[in-house]
């Protein structure tokens, strides 16, 4: 099977559009149904991600942000390692967002967000995001719909901004299935090596399952834009997760087309002995 970038650009929700995660299947691998030809796939695209991302880096004009959203244990941490091993350090940047500390609280729900956001040259990766502050508050019934509405709003404002101004972002829902989430719960705990994967709020948000599944529906359905889209990627298989994730980014440094910058120096006023 010929993997392709289009492929993945099935799993953009389009503006406008009603999602329904039950109707979509957290476990298909049809673009690639092979573990060992997703790897392969997946060198190709880290090494042409990173080539790209060297060329951004020099321009200097533009960045690129890469959100990652998903419940307890789709695979955020394990998506920023396995797609971005390999890119130069000096020009990457992953944030990952916990629960908001003391100075984070006194100050409105984004301002930890600009503080984190990639500077021209550079690719910024959030593993969880500004979204938390809606999701997890209205999950947990400490924020009215209609008050999450108007942060969803403000969000999407937000995205157009940096979008404005030289800022591409690509969004990703790690879409897996219950049951999944359940076989990677009884791996940490029967793992010494992962126990301090878990904590006692991750059990506690899976009895809210169904209400954290309402919730992520409405911000992909509401905050999927033409410049600043939601992809939902099949997440029970990792090796694919990863696969697609990789061929969106590469798809979006593609598309940006950064340019080597024209030469300071002229050459031909300089030699050397």
Same mark, same amino acid.
């Given at each position: 099977?010929?993997?392709?970038?289009?492929?993945?650009d099935?799993y953009?929700v389009?503006p406008?559009?009603? =999602?329904?995660?039950?109707k979509?299947l957290a476990?298909?691998?049809?673009?690639?149904?092979?573990?060992?030809?997703?790897?392969?796939q997946?060198?190709k695209f880290?090494k042409? +991600?990173?080539s790209?991302l060297?060329? @951004?880096?020099a321009?200097?004009?533009r960045?690129?942000? +890469?959100v990652l959203?998903? =419940?307890?244990?789709?695979g955020?941490?394990g998506?920023?390692?396995n797609?971005?091993?390999?890119?130069? $350090?000096e020009?990457?940047?992953a944030?990952?967002?916990?629960?908001p500390d003391?100075?984070?609280k006194a100050?409105?729900y984004?301002?930890?967000?600009?503080?984190?956001?990639p500077?021209?040259?550079?690719?910024?990766?959030f593993n969880r995001?500004h979204?938390?502050d809606v999701?997890v508050?209205?999950a947990h019934?400490?924020l009215?719909r209609?008050?999450a509405?108007?942060?969803?709003?403000?969000i999407?404002?937000l995205e157009?901004?940096?979008?404005e101004?030289g800022?591409?972002?690509?969004?990703?829902?790690?879409? +897996?299935?219950?049951?999944?989430q359940?076989?990677?719960?009884?791996a940490r705990l029967?793992?010494?090596e992962?126990?301090?994967?878990?904590e006692a709020s991750?059990f506690?948000?899976r009895?809210?399952?169904?209400k954290?599944?309402?919730v992520?529906?409405e911000?992909l359905?509401r905050t999927?834009?033409a410049?600043?889209p939601w992809? +939902?990627i099949?997440?029970d298989?990792?090796?694919?997760?990863d696969?697609?994730v990789?061929g969106?980014?590469l798809?979006?440094?593609?598309?940006m087309? $950064?340019?080597l $910058?024209?030469p300071k @120096?002229?050459?031909?006023l300089?030699k050397?002995q």
């Amino acid at each position: 099977m010929r993997v392709t970038l289009e492929n993945w650009d099935q799993y953009q929700v389009a503006p406008g559009g009603r =999602v329904r995660l039950r109707k979509i299947l957290a476990d298909c691998t049809e673009f690639c149904d092979s573990k060992e030809a997703a790897r392969s796939q997946l060198k190709k695209f880290r090494k042409e +991600i990173d080539s790209r991302l060297a060329v @951004l880096a020099a321009e200097r004009k533009r960045s690129l942000l +890469i959100v990652l959203q998903g =419940v307890d244990a789709a695979g955020k941490d394990g998506a920023v390692r396995n797609v971005f091993t390999g890119v130069n $350090p000096e020009y990457c940047k992953a944030t990952s967002f916990k629960e908001p500390d003391r100075e984070e609280k006194a100050h409105d729900y984004l301002w930890r967000i600009y503080r984190a956001m990639p500077a021209r040259g550079e690719l910024g990766v959030f593993n969880r995001s500004h979204y938390e502050d809606v999701l997890v508050s209205q999950a947990h019934g400490e924020l009215r719909r209609k008050d999450a509405h108007t942060r969803l709003r403000q969000i999407a404002d937000l995205e157009r901004t940096w979008t404005e101004n030289g800022t591409v972002v690509r969004k990703f829902f790690l879409h +897996i299935s219950r049951a999944e989430q359940t076989r990677r719960f009884k791996a940490r705990l029967e793992n010494p090596e992962k126990h301090w994967k878990i904590e006692a709020s991750d059990f506690e948000d899976r009895k809210l399952w169904a209400k954290f599944m309402t919730v992520y529906e409405e911000i992909l359905s509401r905050t999927s834009t033409a410049c600043a889209p939601w992809y +939902i990627i099949p997440s029970d298989h990792k090796w694919y997760r990863d696969l697609a994730v990789a061929g969106v980014v590469l798809g979006a440094l593609r598309a940006m087309r $950064p340019r080597l $910058p024209m030469p300071k @120096l002229d050459r031909s006023l300089f030699k050397l002995q």
